[in-house]
T-cell receptor
């Protein structure tokens, strides 16, 4: 299956700052990547679908101006959490999907906003 | 709205027993079905995929699909404490549509 990396694996930032998370598909050209968020002891929540070369598609209730997604190449998508607040503290996970609909997840990024 | 339902558990089984995890889905047009395992604090990892009715076996894992009943299950034979995790069922409709995840079933294997 596809190998996906994320950077950083964890980050701590102050309230009001912006944080960028990278998602890389190491061995697979991903026209579509997905960004999920998971709060402790809760289920995966799809935030947005990232499409290479075009605008991301956001799920209902996810603020596109707060969670900026850029998918500039077939191997890299970035999620920027702008003006982060403590309630944005969560586990952010990206995934890529192959032609069989199978999703392969990155290891996740744990964000803590102080 | 497409839904994927799982019992949240926890499902407790003794070591060496068979664990049976179940999932139902609402979209009759679904074509692809997946089971993921997620350890606490980690991201999901793919265990099995299944696309046609019947059973598919991979080591200690067997996925079962019944499209008429809109039901997919995962059997884990000879359960080990290391199998203790949350198991996510995911269903896709093909055509590059979104895959829908269930909320997961927590499995506890008791030594």
């Amino acid at each position: 299956g596809a190998v996906v990396s994320q950077h950083p694996s964890w980050v701590i930032c102050k309230s009001g700052t912006s944080v960028k998370i990278e998602c890389r598909s190491l061995d697979f050209q991903a026209t579509t990547m997905f960004w999920y968020r998971q709060f402790p002891k809760q289920s995966l929540m799809l935030m947005a679908t990232s499409n290479e070369g075009s605008k991301a598609t956001y799920e209902q209730g996810v603020e596109k101006d707060k969670f900026l997604i850029n998918h500039a190449s077939l191997t890299l998508s970035t999620l920027t959490v702008t003006s982060a607040h403590p309630e944005d503290s969560s586990f952010y996970i990206c995934s890529v999907r192959d032609s069989t609909d199978t999703q392969y997840f990155g290891p996740g990024t744990r964000l803590t906003v102080l | 709205q497409k839904e994927v339902e799982q019992n949240s558990g926890p499902l407790s089984v003794p070591e060496g027993a068979i664990a049976s995890l179940n999932c139902t889905y609402s979209d009759r047009g679904s074509q692809s079905f997946f089971w993921y395992r997620q350890y606490s604090g980690k991201s999901p990892e793919l265990i099995m995929s299944i696309y046609s009715n019947g059973d598919k076996e991979d080591g200690r894992f067997t996925a079962q699909l019944n499209k008429a009943s809109q039901y997919v299950s995962l059997l884990i034979r000879d359960s080990q404490p290391s199998d203790s995790a949350t198991y996510l069922c995911a269903v896709g409709s093909g055509g590059y549509q979104k895959v829908t995840f269930g909320t997961g079933t927590k499995l506890q294997v008791i030594p």
